[in-house]
T-cell receptor, first 114, second 112 residues
Framework: EAQVTQNPRYLITVTGKKLTVTCSQNMNHEYMSWYRQDPGLGLRQIYYSMNVEVTDKGDVPEGYKVSRKEKRNFPLILESPSPNQTSLYFC?????????????FGNGTRLTVT | AQSVTQLGSHVSVSEGALVLLRCNYSSSVPPYLFWYVQYPNQGLQLLLK??????LVKGINGFEAEFKKSETSFHLTKPSAHMSDAAEYFCAVSDYGNKLVFGAGTILRVKS
């Protein structure tokens, strides 16, 4: 089954404790992206990647890191999480390097930072 | 830069009534426009996409949207609401770049 898999689904952590949210897609997609969803703000892009070893900042990249060492994986790293990073996170992928192709989303990771 | 405005953060309709969710966009070039739906505890799923082939776009689950350039709108409609349509709906716009901008979302409630 074609899918984007995120782990974990739920994560509670404390301020400053490094964490990684994994994302993997099995569709051989070129483009991958991370979004955060906050009430009343919709989805805002954190980082995106157009291909292996190519990543770029989105609208809200501060406090986040990503890597794209393999085509299928695009982990999101929070080196020193803070409470304002409490949010619902989505990984997404699409076939094309642009955004004319629809995005396929994972089921989300709800992160709470205390 | 492109932007999206969804009018109404919450919309409530009766089962069987018309669904109308409003979306207005700004873009310096003819855009790609999308509607996505998010059911509880799930990621977003594509409902439909406009890519300049036709102004009236039909999507899944009986939804459709009409692109009106003069009004810079891309409103989502469904003639008859079903209980299973209750979800959050997002309009999104892209101007051929690598960026997709989402609206704030509209939560649709369907009353029995």
């Amino acid at each position: 089954e074609a899918q984007v898999t995120q782990n974990p689904r739920y994560l509670i952590t404390v301020t400053g404790k490094k964490l990684t949210v994994t994302c993997s897609q099995n569709m051989n997609h070129e483009y991958m992206s991370w979004y955060r969803q906050d009430p009343g703000l919709g989805l805002r892009q954190i980082y995106y990647s157009m291909n292996v070893e190519v990543t770029d900042k989105g609208d809200v990249p501060e406090g986040y890191k990503v890597s794209r060492k393999e085509k299928r994986n695009f982990p999101l790293i929070l080196e020193s999480p803070s409470p304002n990073q409490t949010s619902l996170y989505f990984c997404a992928s699409s076939m094309d390097r642009g955004v004319s192709s629809p995005l396929h989303f994972g089921n989300g990771t709800r992160l709470t930072v205390t | 830069a492109q932007s999206v405005t969804q009018l109404g953060s919450h919309v409530s309709v009766s089962e069987g009534a018309l669904v109308l969710l409003r979306c207005n966009y700004s873009s310096s070039v003819p855009p790609y426009l999308f509607w996505y739906v998010q059911y509880p505890n799930q990621g977003l799923q594509l409902l439909l996409k406009y890519t300049s082939a036709a102004t009236l776009v039909k999507g899944i689950n009986g939804f459709e949207a009409e692109f009106k350039k003069s009004e810079t709108s891309f409103h989502l409609t469904k003639p008859s609401a079903h209980m299973s349509d209750a979800a959050e709906y997002f309009c999104a716009v892209s101007d051929y770049g690598n960026k997709l901008v989402f609206g704030a979302g509209t939560i649709l409630r369907v009353k029995s």
